[in-house]
């Protein structure tokens, strides 16, 4: 759902890359109240394996492919704010990078894709948990059914800034019925993707997983011959870590998965256009579009510029998108966890 450059006008561009910057300016500072010395590290892991699964195209109807959008995975994981911006690095570096989605459409594509889908996603998701038992297994349920629902969410929020801003003369009836129809259907594979991998995480570290923070048992104490509950403020400092894989183990797994994902299974990805591309092309949406910025890039297109051989090439430019996804992320991440650090240190707290 990468919107390109040339698909909705300039004043609707600008208007949405402010809504854009605000999201981002909330995000990074409700971040700093989601990220720990545990967390950072795995946002930024997040960010990248997103940018990783965004490359596996799959084929959800004669022609059309579809890819993870990643707000309720992100969400899930490591929480709302910083879930946000988790899907806007990965946006960031493929409009610069790699020519995939217009740099002057940066605001659209980050309200649509990072904004909508991870608010919409983890409104349901909490919602569902509230109901559902208190168990791993509803987590995952609620995971799939969120991210199921982000993506026609939207489909319909492109649809609604196409309406006010489109540079084509389409009637909006039929560009919203086309990109809900076939992005319910991508909403199926996002939410297969969202539920396998949350399920992964919960198996091996559910004390690092946001939407499961509720699963944790509270830490009980004998005194005077009866159970209490003990204090939030000691359950946190005496609370046993699960068994399972350390969070060196579970970085390290996830960063080699992704560079596999990326540097060697989407070379088999669909080829066929997503489903706004394809939605475009049938409807007219595109009749305007103009070439990337970045059209020159050494790695536009998701191919490394001189190398021939079309699997090294692709191979190699997923390889590096990982490293800079993870490196940028990360980068964030932790000077967000640092700005919360010095937030709480004694000079700043009168302490």
């Known amino acids: 759902m990468h919107v390109p450059d040339g698909f909705i006008n300039a004043p609707t561009s600008a208007v949405a890359g402010v809504v854009a ?7 990074l500072r409700g971040a700093r109240r989601e990220l720990d010395e545990r967390t950072a590290p795995l946002a930024g892991l997040v960010a990248a394996f997103i940018f990783a699964v965004q490359m596996l195209n799959f084929p959800v109807a004669a022609g059309t492919s579809g890819h993870l959008l990643g707000g309720a995975l992100a969400a899930i994981l490591v929480g709302p704010y910083t879930g946000v911006l988790c899907v806007s690095v990965v946006l960031l570096m493929q409009g610069v990078l790699f020519a995939d989605g217009g740099l002057t459409a940066l605001g659209v594509n980050i309200t649509v894709m990072a904004v909508v889908t991870t608010v919409v996603a983890y409104t349901v998701f909490r919602a569902l948990v509230k109901v559902l038992p208190n168990s791993r297994r509803s987590v995952t349920v609620a995971s799939f059914v969120a991210a199921l629902l982000s993506v026609p969410a939207a489909a319909l929020a492109f649809t609604l800034v196409y309406w006010i801003g489109g540079t084509t003369e389409v009637p909006i009836g039929k560009v919203a019925t086309a990109m809900v129809g076939v992005h319910v259907l991508i909403g199926i594979g996002e939410a297969v993707i969202t539920s396998l991998t949350v399920g992964a995480v919960l198996a091996v570290r ?27 403020a000691e359950e946190e ?55 990337h910025a970045a059209a020159g890039s050494p790695l536009a297109d998701y191919g490394v ?34 700005r919360r650090a010095d937030d709480a240190s004694p000079a700043n707290t009168g302490v």
């Open 237 to 291: 400092r005496t609370a046993p870590v699960p068994a399972g894989a350390s969070r060196r183990t579970l970085w390290v797994s996830g960063l080699v998965t992704s560079l596999v994902l990326a540097g060697f299974v989407s070379f088999y990805a669909s080829a066929s256009p997503d489903g706004l591309e394809k939605v475009a092309a049938d409807k007219g949406i595109d009749a305007k579009a103009r070439e």
């Open 21 to 27: 910057a605000g999201a981002v300016a909330v995000s």
């Open 206 to 232: 559910p004390d690092l997983v946001h939407g499961a923070r509720g699963l944790r048992q509270k830490l009980r104490l004998r005194v005077n011959g009866e159970l209490v509950d003990a204090p939030d």
């Open 305 to 338: 510029k001189d190398v021939a051989d079309a699997r090294l090439s692709g191979g190699l430019a997923g390889v590096i998108g990982v490293g800079v996804t993870v490196v940028a992320g990360s980068a964030v991440f932790w000077a967000v966890r640092r």
